[in-house]
């Protein structure tokens, strides 16, 4: 199983950056793609990113390409999230989520096809 041990977020100023990490447990963390989802105070949760078990494909939001980039150490058993050039609109609970390999990643932005989920850390942009 993979289960998502600590996500760290922040407040960041617009413009600015902020990495954040998503832990997990398990050995079969690299056996996984994992993503990145988003939600907003009152709207549903978004794809953000995804990439895959070995590291070497990622697949991107419109609203994030370009600013975000998301990596993996599978020898830590960690994601990642830079977010670079933030806006205020990116201000979201922020949540890893592990997908069983299989399924191309362009179809990976459907909430339906993750098998574990994170707890959600809250990233705060000011203007």
């Known amino acids: 199983d993979v289960q998502a041990a600590g996500v760290w977020g922040g407040l960041v100023q617009a413009g600015g950056s902020l990495r954040i990490s998503c832990a997990a447990s398990?050995?079969?963390?690299?056996?996984?793609?994992m993503g990145w989802f988003r939600q907003a105070p009152g709207k549903e949760r978004e794809f953000v990113a995804v990439?895959?078990?070995?590291?070497?494909?990622?697949y991107y939001a419109d609203s994030v390409k370009g600013r975000f980039t998301i990596s993996r150490d599978n020898a830590k058993n960690t994601v990642y999230l830079q977010m670079n050039s933030l806006k205020p609109e990116d201000t979201a609970v922020y949540y890893c989520?592990?997908?069983?390999?299989?399924?191309?990643?362009?179809?990976?932005?459907?909430?339906?096809?993750?098998?574990?989920w994170g707890q959600g850390t809250l990233v705060t942009v000011s203007s």
């Open positions: 990439i895959s078990w070995s590291g070497g494909s990622t």
């Open positions: 989520a592990a997908a069983s390999v299989g399924p191309p990643l362009a179809v990976l932005s459907s909430t339906s096809l993750y098998d574990y």
């Open positions: 398990g050995r079969t963390f690299s056996s996984f793609n």
